[in-house]
Each structure stands twice: as structure tokens, then as C-alpha cells.
């Protein structure tokens, strides 16, 4: 999949190393590597880390704590609104001490994935992290990338091929449908991480561990129950749950839809790539300000995040300039888009993928 060429900085004044002489390969990481190192940009931010979940979770709370005094009225549902953005800002917390940003201590990331994941969402971070990481491996990658695999959507027009019945008519029409069926997201993240820890085959590799995320999954279960019928009558209350379910997956389904629709996928049977082409090529920034940066997440800075997963999220903005100037040099192509051009990218690869079944 091609795309126009976007315009690149010119060599960042931050980096003092400078860009070796000659032209690196392709595939030479090493010197980025050791560029990013000398900056600093892989040191954690644990004091921005701290403030962000403080004042996250005091959002939180504050939401919790309007529901319950605005009380049963349809009222109730405009908060729903912030309830989701602020369930998306602790998903990429969890996120982000999944790919372990957030501290050096492992034990610390996963007590901070096992809070904003299972306790506070429903979302198992076992699952989560076992599915994101092998996608992070081997992005757009056919064979290896659990994102790319058949589903509801597919991917490429040979999976587009083997579709029959209903799922030929959703492929068909899927740039349509995509952002309407993201609505479900929300409610099949958690489907999927009560199937998974639920899985016999997991409780006999490590009981101990699954024990600990059903008992966080089923106390979120039970506090978010209990807390929409202290607020609001049953109806309202259900009512209330969809909308914020809805809300939550579109949020987050928005947020990563442009990361790598539409971007290349290697060829399974074809050459290898090194680290960095193979991160790069596949994957595609989206600018913007502070208000992007915000609700993405960080995940805008795409390419970043994904050559160095554990880059401290406050970071990915200052290492841009740098890996824009060393693909350069490389020539290795730096795809970087606004928002809704990436839509439109995406939506475009999809509708594509469906063409020969229209």
C-alpha cells in the first residue's frame, strides 16, 4: 500500500550526536538505538506517571461521585460522556505499564495493569498483554499478528475470498460498518477476558495468577453493578451501561484504527525485515496538538512507540523529530498523516479488501 511522501524536519538541534556520515541501511537500528539512549528518552517520568493516575482516578471519582448525587433522572446519562474518556485515560495507563513505561520494577507494572485493567475495567491485563505484544512483534504480520487474523473483519482480499453467509456480506461492507460495530468493542473486551482466564488450559500453567485476575474481574463486575443500581432505576441503569460501553469502544477502537490500517503487511513467504522497517512501514502517525495527544493516548507517535515500546509515554513527542530524520537518512519511509486523513486511509484499505465480493 503506497503513500504520499510527507515532508521531514531537518536534522533535530536536540540531538547533538548528530547522524553518521554515511547513510545507514535500511535496517540498522543500532544507531537510533543508541541516539534515543543518549537523550535520555528511554529514562522512566515516574513523576508524570504519578500525576497522571492521581488525577486520573480523582476524575474518576468525581464522575462516581456526580452519578450518585444527580440520581435516577435520564440526566444521569450526558455522564456518561466523560465516564468513557476517563475508562479510555486508564486503559492506556494499563497500556502503557503493560509495555512496562511506567516503572522499572516489574512487580510494580503489573499491580498497575492488574488496577486499570481488571479491577477498574473489566479487561483482563494477562490477555491484554499477551495479545498486544504479539502483535507488537510482528505488526500487520499475517501469520503472527493476532490483529491482523480473520474476525469480524478482515484484512487482506484473500481473507476476503474465504467468506460465506453473513460474514461475506459484513466483508463486503465493512468500511461502512467499521465504526459502528467499534460501539461493541467495549463490551467484547470484557467477553474476551473472562473466556481467557476462565480457560482451563491457563489455570493449570498458573492458577495462582488467574485466581487473582477473576477475583479483580468479578469485584469490577460486581462494583459496577452495584453502582448504576444505587444511581439509577434498572432501565436507566442498562441504558446508562450501553452508552458507556459504546462510548468507551469507539473511543478506543478511534484511537487505534489508524495506527496500521492500510499500512504494509509483510509478505509471510517473503524477505525478513530488520526491526526498523519492520516497525516503520507498518505502522503511521497522526498529527496534532496537545488535545490529540490527550485523547490517543500518546499512541499517535505510532512509529515511535512501537520501535521503543517502553518509551515513557511524555517522550514519544520528543524522540518524533530524531526517528524522522534518521528514516530519512535511511530511507526508510516515515508515514505521518492528520486524523482524519488516517480514517480515510484506513476506511480506504478496507473497502478494498471487500472490492472483489461487490
Given at each position: 500500500?503506497?503513500?504520499?511522501p510527507?515532508?521531514?524536519?531537518?536534522?533535530?538541534?536536540?540531538?547533538?550526536?548528530?547522524?553518521?556520515?554515511e547513510?545507514?541501511?535500511?535496517?540498522?537500528?543500532a544507531?537510533?538505538?543508541?541516539?534515543?539512549r543518549?537523550?535520555?528518552?528511554?529514562?522512566?517520568?515516574?513523576?508524570?506517571?504519578?500525576?497522571?493516575?492521581?488525577?486520573?482516578?480523582?476524575?474518576?471519582?468525581?464522575?462516581?461521585?456526580?452519578?450518585?448525587?444527580?440520581?435516577?433522572?435520564?440526566?444521569?446519562l450526558?455522564?456518561?460522556?466523560p465516564?468513557?474518556?476517563?475508562?479510555?485515560?486508564?486503559?492506556?495507563?494499563?497500556?502503557?505499564?503493560?509495555?512496562?513505561?511506567?516503572?522499572?520494577?516489574?512487580?510494580?507494572?503489573?499491580?498497575?495493569?492488574?488496577?486499570?485493567?481488571n479491577?477498574?475495567?473489566?479487561?483482563?491485563?494477562?490477555?491484554?498483554?499477551?495479545?498486544?505484544?504479539?502483535?507488537?512483534?510482528?505488526?500487520?504480520?499475517?501469520?503472527?499478528?493476532?490483529?491482523?487474523?480473520?474476525?469480524?473483519?478482515?484484512?487482506?482480499?484473500?481473507?476476503?475470498?474465504?467468506?460465506?453467509?453473513?460474514?461475506?456480506?459484513?466483508?463486503?461492507?465493512?468500511?461502512?460498518?467499521?465504526?459502528?460495530?467499534?460501539?461493541?468493542?467495549?463490551?467484547?473486551?470484557?467477553?474476551?477476558?473472562?473466556?481467557?482466564?476462565?480457560?482451563?488450559?491457563?489455570?493449570?500453567?498458573?492458577?495462582?495468577?488467574?485466581?487473582?485476575?477473576?477475583?479483580?474481574?468479578?469485584?469490577?463486575?460486581?462494583?459496577?453493578?452495584?453502582?448504576?443500581?444505587?444511581?439509577?432505576?434498572?432501565?436507566?441503569?442498562?441504558?446508562?451501561?450501553?452508552?458507556?460501553?459504546?462510548?468507551?469502544g469507539?473511543?478506543?477502537?478511534?484511537?487505534f484504527?489508524?495506527?496500521?490500517?492500510?499500512?504494509?503487511?509483510?509478505?509471510?513467504?517473503?524477505?525478513?525485515?530488520?526491526?526498523?522497517?519492520?516497525?516503520?512501514?507498518?505502522?503511521?502517525?497522526?498529527?496534532?496538538?496537545?488535545?490529540?495527544?490527550?485523547?490517543?493516548?500518546?499512541?499517535?507517535?505510532?512509529?515511535?512507540?512501537?520501535?521503543?515500546?517502553?518509551?515513557?509515554?511524555?517522550?514519544?513527542?520528543?524522540?518524533?523529530?530524531?526517528?524522522?530524520?534518521?528514516?530519512?537518512?535511511?530511507?526508510?519511509?516515515?508515514?505521518?498523516?492528520?486524523?482524519?486523513?488516517?480514517?480515510?486511509?484506513?476506511l480506504?484499505?478496507?473497502?478494498?479488501?471487500?472490492?472483489?465480493?461487490?
Open positions: 500500500m503506497s503513500h504520499a510527507v515532508a521531514l524536519d531537518p536534522p533535530p538541534s536536540r540531538n547533538s550526536g548528530g547522524v553518521a556520515e547513510a545507514p541501511a535500511s535496517d540498522a537500528f544507531p537510533l538505538l543508541r541516539q534515543i543518549g537523550q535520555r528518552l528511554l529514562d522512566r517520568r515516574t513523576g508524570w506517571y504519578t500525576a497522571s493516575i492521581s488525577l486520573n482516578a480523582l476524575a474518576l471519582a468525581g464522575v462516581v461521585g456526580a452519578l450518585l448525587m444527580v440520581g435516577d433522572s435520564w440526566w444521569a450526558v455522564l456518561a460522556v465516564f468513557a474518556i476517563l475508562s479510555a485515560r486508564t486503559g492506556f495507563i494499563g497500556h502503557d505499564a503493560g509495555h512496562s513505561q511506567i516503572s522499572a520494577s516489574r512487580r510494580t507494572n503489573r499491580l498497575l495493569g492488574l488496577i486499570h485493567g479491577l477498574l475495567l473489566g479487561m483482563s491485563s494477562a490477555w491484554w498483554n499477551d495479545k498486544h505484544n504479539r502483535h507488537h512483534a510482528n505488526p500487520n504480520h499475517l501469520d503472527k499478528d493476532p490483529d491482523v487474523g480473520e474476525g469480524v473483519l478482515v484484512w487482506t482480499q484473500a481473507q476476503a475470498e474465504r467468506r460465506a453467509g453473513m460474514a461475506r456480506w459484513l466483508t463486503r461492507n465493512q468500511a461502512w460498518l467499521f465504526f459502528p460495530l467499534l460501539t461493541l468493542e467495549g463490551i467484547a473486551l470484557k467477553v474476551a477476558s473472562v473466556r481467557m482466564v476462565a480457560a482451563s488450559a491457563d489455570w493449570d500453567r498458573n492458577g495462582r495468577a488467574r485466581a487473582t485476575e477473576a477475583v479483580l474481574l468479578a469485584a469490577h463486575h460486581v462494583g459496577y453493578v452495584a453502582l448504576l443500581t444505587a444511581a439509577l432505576s434498572p432501565g436507566r441503569a442498562v441504558v446508562f451501561a450501553l452508552v458507556h460501553h459504546a462510548l468507551f469507539l473511543h478506543l477502537g478511534a484511537v484504527a489508524p495506527n496500521h490500517k492500510g499500512m504494509e503487511m509483510p509478505d509471510p513467504d517473503g524477505e525478513r525485515w530488520g526491526h526498523l522497517r519492520k516497525q516503520v512501514l507498518t505502522s503511521r502517525n497522526v498529527r496534532g496538538g496537545w488535545l490529540t495527544d490527550w485523547l490517543m493516548g500518546g499512541l499517535n507517535y505510532q512509529i515511535e512507540h512501537h520501535l521503543f515500546p517502553s518509551m515513557p509515554r511524555p517522550h514519544l513527542r520528543l524522540a518524533r523529530p530524531l526517528v524522522r530524520h534518521y528514516c530519512r537518512v535511511a530511507d526508510v519511509r516515515y508515514t505521518e498523516t492528520g486524523l482524519l486523513d488516517s480514517y480515510r486511509l484506513a480506504r484499505h478496507m473497502h478494498e479488501v471487500g472490492a472483489p465480493l461487490r
